[in-house]
Structure formats: C-alpha cells, structure tokens
C-alpha cells in the first residue's frame, strides 16, 4: 500500500490518471472483472486501497455489496463511504479520501452526485487527490463527472449539464444501451453548449493520463467508442477501435515498475492458493 495522505505533495500532471467507463463494471457486468481488474491495475503499488463512492446511486446497498463481492478476495484494501451516513463515519472526510490510491464512483444521478458532493466540499477534496496522485476512476455518472460536461437523466429526459472540468471536453455514456443520449450531446457539442468529446459504448473506458487519452479498452467484444468535434459548423466523428481486455496482461500494468509488478504476481498466486485451500475444506 502507499503511504498516501493528506498531507502528501502534489504529483506531475503527466502521473495524473482518470478512467472513465461508459458503462459495466461490477454493477453492471458481474461476471465480468475485466474493467475491474483494469482498474486496480492503474495503481503504482501492489495492494492498493480503493474507496468506493455510491452517492450517485444514493449509498444503495446493491451497490455496496457488488462493490465488496468483486473487490474482497483481490489484492486492494477495499472500503466504501456512504454520504447518506456520515453519522456512521468517525474519521474527516479528507483524511478518508486522501488515504486512497482508488477512487470509485459509482453509476446513478449525476445531478445528485455533483450537488451532493459540493454540499459535503468532497468535489474539492476529490480534485485535491487527483492532485496528489489517486487515481479517480468510475463508470456513467461517476465517468461523466470528472469532465467539462456530459449528459444526465437525472430529471428525465436527456440533457446536457456541467462536470467538475477536471478533464477538458465532454462525456457521453450507455451510447449503445441508452441511444436517446447521444442525439442530445451530439446537438449540445454542434450549437456549441459543449466542448467537443467522446462517446463510449457499455463495457469501454477511457484512460487517462495527464488529461491526456491515454487507451481505450473494452471488457465487451463489439463495443466502441468515438470522438467527436465541431469543425467549421460541421461534426467530426471518428470511431475509436478499443483494445479488448482478457488478453492476459493488464493494460495498467506497463506502468509500473518491475518489483511492483512482481509482487503483485505473488499476491496473486497466494490468493488463488489460498481460494483453493477454502474451496477444497468446504
């Protein structure tokens, strides 16, 4: 684990990372870690610790225990931090956050989530990780979120609205699962209400790095994503073809150092040697 806190320096902009889901995940693909392990896989230590934050969903318990049965028997220090409870919580909020190598965001109302972030600072306690090195992934809501703007049903019907603009451009997600979304976006980027941005599929993230796109993954064979800006008074789309996850080496992986890459091999091994042990007293 890190040795993380509140009182740690600011990184480079270039270690920064945000990875942002259109869709999937444990709430959405529970027998598939893919994007999952993707995620835990962005972390530059071997046992990271990973918040998850469910308040766009309103701290359901659904989401709670999908969070805990994916990430419990992994190498990561998993823990959640439910909004709606704060009488539950004995420790301020910053140090709680800060302490992270993984910030989650959960799927829901992206509405709710900004308003309720900003209502509790969090927004600027999330910007001030991202800051120091955490890396800030979530899927929908929790993806739209870290961007300039993006497209919400938090009332409704479709509509553009304001992200923390932590990442330049704009988001759209569910393109394939929810269509009624991407018409709106696409006239937000064209009369000019929204930057210019990317569309993703269910099951496709976005890595980046130094506010930079660094991949783009799939944990589903056939899904996509696109890119797309208003040139001259038209739209320019191009298609982005994702890497498919599974292959057998972790796209995070590659950026970390041989020892850490090393030790969570073995930590692997010793909890597929211990899973095994359980399954064979039961």
């Not at 870690?33 to 359901?60: E, N």
């Amino acid at each position: 684990m890190s040795g993380r806190g509140p009182s740690s320096p600011r990184v480079p902009r270039a270690q920064r990372v945000i990875f942002a889901m259109g869709g999937g995940g444990f709430t959405m693909e529970p027998l598939n870690p893919l994007l999952d392990d993707f995620v835990l896989s962005l972390a530059p230590c071997a046992r990271p610790r990973i918040l998850f934050l469910p308040t766009a969903s309103g701290d359901t318990a659904a989401q709670i225990s999908a969070f805990y049965a994916r990430y419990s028997d992994r190498a990561c220090v998993p823990e959640h931090l439910s909004l709606f409870h704060l009488r539950d919580v004995n420790r301020p909020l910053a140090e709680i956050v800060l302490g992270q190598d993984i910030v989650y965001t959960g799927g829901g109302s992206m509405r709710n989530l900004l308003a309720i972030w900003r209502a509790h600072g969090l927004d600027q306690i999330l910007t001030s990780a991202w800051e120091r090195g955490v890396v800030l992934a979530g899927l929908s809501a929790g993806a739209m979120c870290w961007f300039e703007g993006g497209v919400t049903r938090s009332s409704g019907p479709a509509t553009h609205m304001c992200g923390l603009g932590l990442l330049a451009g704009s988001l759209t997600v569910h393109a394939d699962g929810e269509p009624d979304r991407l018409p709106v976006w696409l006239s937000a980027i064209s009369n000019g209400t929204l930057p210019g941005g990317w569309a993703v599929d269910d099951g496709v993230g976005l890595c980046f790095r130094g506010g930079h796109l660094q991949r783009v993954v799939s944990s589903r064979p056939g899904a996509s994503a696109q890119r797309v800006d208003a040139v001259a008074g038209e739209l320019v789309r191009d298609r982005l073809e994702p890497e498919l996850l599974g292959s057998g080496v972790l796209g995070g992986d590659v950026n970390v150092d041989d020892d850490v890459r090393e030790l969570r091999e073995v930590i692997r091994l010793r909890e597929r040697f211990t899973q095994t042990r359980r399954y064979r007293r039961s």
